[in-house]
């Protein structure tokens, strides 16, 4: 599949990921006794970069959990703590999010407080 398919596939379940998660009130993540899932960006500009990959739904968190993350469970984090204590949390330790990534762990990569303000301008539009 070309990068150009792959990128707008990953655009695509990023806009679900905010349309979702501002539904149902929540995002998913993978957890296990050592902690939260992490991984490392692939993208030009940000390579290396820490990353935390997040999922509107259990599901597609669940598709993930294999391989080196088979220990992982798929753990709800209540979207305004997500908002309020996240999204800084993680931009002040330079970490980027991953949304929605899918099964073969390809995924739209964002800053947190840019995620934060789409997420945000979401609820106040569904309001």
């Known amino acids: 599949m070309a990068y150009l398919e792959l990128s707008a596939d990953s655009k695509a379940r990023h806009l679900r990921f905010i349309q979702r998660v501002v539904a149902a009130g ?37 598709q993930c959990a294999k391989d080196d993350w088979a220990e992982y469970v798929p753990t709800e984090i209540p979207l305004d703590l997500f908002l309020e204590k996240w999204m800084p949390g993680m931009n002040a330790d330079g970490l980027l999010v991953g949304t929605n990534w899918n099964a073969h762990l390809c995924g739209h990569e964002i800053e947190p407080l840019t995620l934060r303000d789409e997420i945000v301008a979401e609820k106040a539009g569904s309001v």
């Open 26 to 62: 929540v995002v998913w993540g993978l957890k296990c006794d050592d902690g939260w899932v992490t991984s490392s960006s692939t993208a030009d500009d940000t390579e290396h970069r820490g990353l935390m990959p997040f999922w509107s739904d259990r599901a597609y968190a669940k």
